[in-house]
């Protein structure tokens, strides 16, 4: 029966895209990123040289009234798919979405503070599993259903997953974990009536599991950021309430300023605190800080740099940072 389920549901979406093929148009637009990187001293930076890639593929199309769009994304030197997202537009129903790493609900408002380049968190060390320590996105971004809707100038962004939050193909993911829901809320200054104020929030929970003392870990976070003439202030705070046993709770404040000094050049500062606390650890905060600057020249960007942390990761006395110098190339 299962098999009988697979081939119907096989043959319907190949009739799906024999039927967008003809109204669809497909996009193709990619970059190439070279990059000189910088370690921590303590570490082994090899070549610090490196090249990417990036391909984006795009469609859109009408099925049964509705607007139907596919992207997806390769990078690394086209290691393989990296993101993907099928979408349909509902008009005023909303959109609704299944994603593959494009980015949805909570996640996508884990760090609203203004930068030129990347955020102040970018190429330090963390445990390698979960990016930087204090972004808040309890469904993730992978294996995720996702519904966006505006409601009097307020955008909602919402992300539910059952199971794990692993990427998976054709057939089950094997990756472990229960299931999560998130949403963010978001508004520029049509609602909050003070021109370049725009703020944010947002909330969700992770299950657990069922295990004595166990509970479901809370994600939220509130940002506002404020544009006047060339510059852009941003602060945001953010709290996950781990309800695993033995881990940490990370309570996250963090700001940043940008400033346009023309139409091609920009420049960025900030800082971002995390404090780790729990019932079986000292109370530890680490601080981080960072410097950005970017120049664009038509399809050219030349982007750097300087990220710095100390007690990383919440680990007393441990330091690290990084400094990356990147020019691409649109095409």
Known sequence: MNNFKKVGLTALAGSLAAISANAAEMTVSGATLLTYTSEDPTETTGNPFGMKTNLGFTASG???GYTVSYMQTSKDQ???MS??????????LGT?????GSGSGLATIDDKTPTAAEEIWDGIDTDGTNGAYGLVGAAGNSGVFNYIKSFAGVNLNAAARKGSGTKNGDGASSGAGQGAWDFALTAGDDVTQLAGLSVGAGYGKAANGSSAGVKDTEHSTVFANYSFGPATFGVQASRIDNGTL????????????AFNVNDSLSVSYGEREVEFSGTTSATVEEEGEGIAVAYTMGSIKIAGNMNEVTHNDGTLNA???MTEIAVSFAF
Do not use: H, P
Not at 83 to 92: I, K
């Open 246 to 257: 033995a881990a940490s709770d990370q309570a996250t404040r963090a700001f940043g300023i």
């Open 319 to 321: 330091k690290d940072e």
């Open 78 to 80: 086209f290691a393989g």
């Open 83 to 92: 993101s993907a997202r099928l979408s349909v537009d509902m008009g005023d």
């Open 96 to 100: 609704i979405a299944f994603d593959q």
């Open 62 to 64: 009408e099925v049964n």
